[in-house]
């Protein structure tokens, strides 16, 4: 199936859950996932990987499944807390074409009351049902080429330095380049009749896996793009929503 330039586009869905327990957002996303693709004509793969850590080798164990045990052309890593609009993150696979990270921005598990306070002063008849999506906070969530101060809010890909895998697509090629050509560290996994993992997720200090990762990528000449149309759930006591496009709807001081 072509998607957005791509040939016989497919995906492999890669959960690391610590502790086996998804969040009912991540549930009915993945589900939805499974039979937009199906009826789309996306090939469709699902590995889940339980108790293993820390998750830099969770990772990397995903990877390694991946690639050994399917033919789908990229990785979706999905968080077992995370939640996701589906015709919005179908869209942004329209737009992937070459690039060989997309991460989707996600929201800390965090409110902003502040924002939410100027949006609503300054829009009185604002509708109730809308606050719940304004509150995101994605301050370290991502990185942006020369610390910009500013981000562009919608379906067109954005260059990043940097993004969290929480929601993060990469081509199978990407992989199979940077163990060409970066020099990672392999080990081997008994439990897993020897299979063979390779470092490319490593977190150093000061710097998790996930933004290390876009580092190498980005170092070893591929391109990490960050997608900012996708409304996003990130679970816990609460759920908390991203919405990009639904804050930049509206006017207020900053």
């Not at 606050?131 to 067109?156: C, D, H, K, W």
């Not at 990407?174 to 080990?187: D, G, H, P």
Request: aromatic share 10%; hydrophobic share 40%; charged share 20%.
């Amino acid at each position: 199936m072509k998607v957005g330039g791509m040939e016989n586009f497919s995906i492999c869905i890669a959960t690391p859950s610590l502790r086996a327990m998804m969040s009912s957002s991540y549930v009915r996303s993945i589900s939805e996932l499974q039979a937009k693709c199906y009826s789309r004509g996306f090939g469709f793969d699902i590995k889940i990987l339980n108790g293993v850590s820390p998750i830099d080798h969770a990772r990397n164990l995903l990877v390694s499944i991946f690639l050994k045990e399917t033919n789908c052309s990229h990785v979706l890593f999905v968080d077992d807390d995370i939640g996701f609009s589906v015709d919005e993150l179908i869209a942004m696979f329209e737009q992937v074409n070459d690039a060989d990270v997309v991460g989707v921005i996600c929201p800390k598990r965090k409110i902003d009351w502040h924002r939410i306070k100027k949006i609503v002063l300054a829009n009185p008849d604002i509708n109730p049902a809308h606050l719940a999506n304004l509150g995101g906070i994605y301050e370290g969530m991502f990185s942006i080429p020369n610390n910009a101060a500013t981000v562009s809010v919608g379906r067109q890909l954005i260059p990043v330095d940097a993004v969290g895998s929480g929601l993060m697509l990469v081509s199978r090629s990407c992989f199979e380049r940077l163990r060409r050509v970066a020099k990672l560290t392999s080990y081997y996994m008994n439990e897993y009749d020897g299979l063979r993992c390779d470092s490319y997720f490593q977190s150093r200090p000061g710097l998790g896996e996930d933004f290390a990762f876009c580092k190498l990528v980005l170092r070893h000449g591929g391109t990490v793009r960050g997608a900012t149309n996708v409304t996003v759930t990130h679970s816990g006591l609460h759920d908390y929503i991203g919405d990009l496009p639904g804050i930049a709807k509206y006017e207020f001081p900053a």
